[in-house]
């Protein structure tokens, strides 16, 4: 038997997450479910192309440098991708008890991993703390790609970045100004100030379609 399903880590809409050992290793296996509501061909090429996709999100980002689980094995027929389990904790448990310094330390690498992201053309597509873990060397790894895409556009980068920020509101609400701060930062180092400026205007012009813009964001 090549794999012991140990648990049962996450059940999203779109895929059931397992803790596995597989040969030897401790995996993680990303399984996409068939949807009932659907026809059944659409599901099976909806679940196919997002299984591809997300692969190929996680190989790119990771030949960049930027820190996200190993893929293992990828099965286009079970449309399942078995990747590296990262041993840590999610940034989302940890934030709100950490020291400021270690804070804004942390969000600027995580400022760093997100710009080097955008500016290859890669959009997270759900950027929250739950989905940035520290590892026990405290390197911080990206996961969950699975609403991601490849695109330069002003406008899916604005997005990705109100998505982050509006995480940070909603869960980390006394630091989060410092937090985007110093994530932005990180996201300057490597998308340049231009960029970083124009990236921002984006995420300012996509609250202004809403009904509230906090203050601090009204320009």
């Given at each position: ?28 296996r ?75 330390k942390?969000?600027r ?10 500016n ?48 940070l ?41 809403g ?9």
């Open positions: 038997m090549d794999a012991i399903r140990c648990e049962v880590l996450a059940k999203g809409a779109e895929a059931i997450i397992y803790k596995e050992v597989w040969y030897g290793f401790v995996v993680i990303k399984v996409r479910i068939p949807k009932r509501y659907r026809d059944p061909r659409l599901d099976r090429i909806l679940r196919v192309k997002r299984t591809i996709n997300e692969a190929r999100l996680l190989y790119d980002a990771r030949r960049l440098g930027v820190s996200v689980p190993a893929i293992i094995d990828v099965s286009i027929e079970n449309t399942t991708i078995i990747m590296e389990y990262i041993e840590g904790i999610r940034l989302r448990d940890k934030l709100n008890s950490m020291r400021i310094e270690e804070v804004a942390t969000m690498k995580v400022g760093v991993l997100v710009g080097t992201l955008h290859n053309g890669i959009i997270h597509g759900d950027l929250t703390t739950s989905n940035m873990i520290i590892s026990k060397s405290g390197n911080i790894f990206l996961i969950d790609f699975g609403l991601g895409m490849h695109s330069d556009d002003l406008e899916d980068i604005g997005v990705d970045l109100h998505v982050f920020l509006r995480a509101e909603s869960t980390h609400t006394h630091v989060a100004s410092i937090c985007f701060r110093q994530f932005l930062k990180g996201y300057k180092e490597v998308m340049g100030e231009d960029m970083m400026k124009k990236a921002v205007n984006k995420v300012y012009e996509i609250r202004a379609r009904r509230y813009v906090p203050p601090e964001l009204r320009k």
